[in-house]
């Protein structure tokens, strides 16, 4: 099943950040850029970037932008990530967003629903992700 595969990646992933954080080089880096950066590509999207909020967290895995929307603007996704950094509840963000546009919508969801985060001893913590689409238009 795709999901259990995507699920066991995203555990794998987990389990290897938090054994990198054992290593005296270990260097956090700057939440922010790091989605950012990671989530800039070439192409339709290259003006595409991300920004998260997530108290005491760091981006494990952040989803590459690959949308086919003709239309743009700022989505915002409340989330909800369990201890584990998996993302197990998204919602719109309508007040956070300027546009209403269902494709947007529809890709921020899917996209926050693959987002991972580091592992943290609370069961429960809330944040957003906020994507900015320049459109392909």
């Not at 995507?6 to 990198?20: G, P, S, W």
């Not at 603007?73 to 998996?86: E, M, P, Q, S």
């Not at 546009?99 to 921020?108: K, P, R, S």
């Amino acid at each position: 099943d795709d999901f259990e595969q995507r699920l066991k990646a995203l555990d794998d992933a987990i389990k290897n950040v938090e054994d990198a954080k054992d290593n005296p080089n270990f260097v956090k880096s700057d939440p922010y850029k790091a989605a950012e950066k990671q989530a800039n590509v070439d192409g339709n999207n290259r003006n595409t970037s991300i920004r998260y909020r997530l108290v005491d967290r760091n981006a494990v895995y952040v989803p590459n932008p690959v949308y086919t929307c003709s239309a743009s603007g700022t989505v915002a996704v409340n989330i909800k990530v369990d201890a584990k950094g998996r993302v197990i509840d998204q919602q719109i963000n309508q007040s956070s967003s300027d546009t209403t546009n269902g494709c947007l919508w529809d890709a921020a969801l899917d996209y926050a629903s693959q987002t991972a985060f580091s592992t943290a001893e609370k069961p429960e913590q809330l944040g957003s992700i906020t994507y900015y689409f320049p459109g392909q238009g």
